[in-house]
């Protein structure tokens, strides 16, 4: 199964050794001015250099630290916008200064033809509002919101399926509810799939956890470190969800016919094309 993470930050070099190792192709990234010069030199002066991709956009949580204007010269040698956006849940950073310095990018991605990595907390159908006035090929990073997925589909965004779809209504909507043609998978680096595993646990009741019990749904879990199994995790999941929400199922073929692609690996090679597609600005 060829894999493509199409969401991560930099992480230590343990984690990029293992995409490397693995042979990850990894769309990474980076939220200010310094994390781009460092990812823009390992994308371009480093081993690291075959499996990194780099996407480069102001964060919303640094939008009351750094200017546009300080960023912009990295938006210039993006080959990727993001990931930008807005966020009223991890951020105490004034919406109004937020959507300024989002628009400012919008609109620059949207004049130079550049994809857009959407983070889209909180605030999911005012940046599928916003998105309406700038033309261009978007992608929504983690979707997680409790509204706003039909504004998305409807627009023809790609989506990214994060590390707690195993566990998490919300992000499982969207993976049963994306066209299959824009559908991705992401870790958000090892860093988020940890915060997601242990969110995991801590979604667990107390009773269940003193009693020694544990949930069935946490024993086959990849390592958090292990990339390549996160990734495997996810779409194996995800082609569980989308055939349910089918009305699919496996079946025996009959005498002398070839067994179907396994849903997941079929799942897997789609993705291939969408994460292809996806950073050549292609609509199809």
């Not at 605030?123 to 990073?141: C, D, F, M, P, S």
């Not at 399926?161 to 559908?183: C, H, K």
């Not at 998978?185 to 003193?210: H, Q």
């Amino acid at each position: 199964m060829r894999l493509f993470d199409a969401h991560a930050h930099l992480g230590d070099e343990e984690e990029l050794l293992s995409r490397k190792r693995e042979n990850i192709s990894s769309l990474v990234c980076a939220g200010t001015p310094e994390e781009a010069e460092r990812l823009m030199l390992l994308c371009e002066h480093s081993p690291f250099s075959p499996i990194l991709l780099p996407a480069l956009g102001l964060h919303p949580w640094q939008a009351g630290n750094v200017s546009f204007r300080d960023m912009e010269p990295w938006l210039l040698k993006a080959p990727v916008i993001g990931e930008i956006g807005m966020d009223s849940v991890w951020c105490d950073v004034p919406l109004s200064k937020q959507e300024k310095v989002f628009c400012a990018q919008l609109e620059l991605a949207s004049a130079l033809k550049k994809p857009v990595v959407l983070h889209t907390k909180g605030q999911e159908k005012k940046i599928a509002g916003l998105i309406r006035n700038y033309e261009n090929t978007y992608l929504v990073h983690w979707y997680s919101g409790e509204e706003g997925l039909s504004e998305f589909l409807e627009l023809d965004c790609y989506f990214t399926v994060g590390p707690d779809v195993f566990y998490n209504p919300s992000v499982q909507r969207a993976a049963r509810l994306a066209p299959e043609n824009r559908l991705l998978v992401e870790t958000d680096g090892c860093s988020a799939v940890k915060w997601a595993y242990e969110n995991f646990c801590r979604s667990r009741s107390v009773s269940e956890r003193s009693r020694g019990e544990v949930h069935s749904e946490i024993l086959p879990l990849p390592d958090w470190r292990d990339i390549r199994g996160v990734l495997e995790h996810s779409i194996r999941k995800t082609a569980l969800l989308r055939a349910e929400t089918e009305g699919g199922c496996m079946k025996e073929p009959g005498p002398g016919r070839d067994f179907p692609e396994p849903p997941a690996e079929r799942l897997a090679g789609i993705m291939e094309q969408n994460f292809l597609r996806f950073l050549s600005k292609e609509r199809g």
